[in-house]
T-cell receptor, first 113, second 113 residues
Framework: EPEVTQTPSHQVTQMGQEVILRCVPI?????FYWYRQILGQKVEFLVSFYNNEISEKSEIFDDQFSVERPDGSNFTLKIRSTKLEDSAMYFCASRGQENSPLHFGNGTRLTVT | DQQVKQNSPSLSVQEGRISILNCDYTNSMFDYFLWYKKYPAEGPTFLIS?????DKNEDGRFTVFLNKSAKHLSLHIVPSQPGDSAVYFCAASARTGATNHFFGTGTRLTVIP
């Protein structure tokens, strides 16, 4: 069964550094998402992407965050200048149609020191 | 603002018995509801969904009930099995298209053999 893959599985970075989290969504999917989960808290929406542009974003997704789909397969989340509070599990998800379930990757654990 | 709430952080059930996980929402515009299951070190995986035009959807051992007037949904697992032990997230979305899901905080289900 096709799956969403995320790399790396764990990223450690120093405060103020830039990080890029990478995702390969399921190949025929059209809608792409980033979510995050701070330890012990709920899964929070960051951004959705459709037709090569951001379709929706949350308050968390400020100017420090950006997303890109540089080619036909990758979907990346960049954090320009990381803060301690950015430490979380970041999940990429995709889906093929409206009102269909999300398919999640296994996440990237980001630790900002 | 927590638009989707799961008030029970944990639930323990004997193997073979029924597990009932509850979820409440506040946004009356939500029209699509889902349950996801999450094992440690993995992303959430889709379990079952229901649209607002229905009040029940069944898939094998899993049944989701929706009470729109009470803005409440529940997931029933019968019979519960040890492999069902995981964190269960309730999610909801408001419209068709590339919209995001709003997630609850999750309920950790432990099925005791």
């Amino acid at each position: 069964e096709p799956e969403v893959t995320q790399t790396p599985s764990h990223q450690v970075t120093q405060m103020g550094q830039e990080v890029i989290l990478r995702c390969v969504p399921i190949s025929n999917h059209l809608y792409f998402y980033w979510y995050r989960q701070i330890l012990g808290q709920k899964v929070e929406f960051l951004v959705s992407f459709y037709n090569n542009e951001i379709s929706e974003k949350s308050e968390i997704f400020d100017d420090q965050f950006s997303v890109e789909r540089p080619d036909g397969s990758n979907f990346t989340l960049k954090i320009r200048s990381t803060k301690l509070e950015d430490s979380a599990m970041y999940f990429c998800a995709s889906r093929g149609q409206e009102n269909s379930p999300l398919h999640f990757g296994n996440g990237t654990r980001l630790t900002v020191t | 603002d927590q638009q989707v709430k799961q008030n029970s952080p944990s639930l323990s059930v004997q193997e073979g018995r029924i597990s009932i996980l509850n979820c409440d929402y506040t946004n009356s515009m939500f029209d699509y509801f889902l349950w996801y299951k999450k094992y440690p070190a993995e992303g959430p995986t889709f379990l079952i969904s229901i649209s607002s035009i229905k009040d029940k959807n069944e898939d094998g051992r899993f049944t989701v009930f929706l009470n729109k007037s009470a803005k409440h949904l529940s997931l029933h697992i019968v019979p519960s099995q040890p492999g069902d032990s995981a964190v269960y997230f309730c999610a909801a979305s408001a419209r068709t298209g590339a919209t995001n899901h709003f997630f609850g905080t999750g309920t950790r289900l432990t099925v005791i053999p």
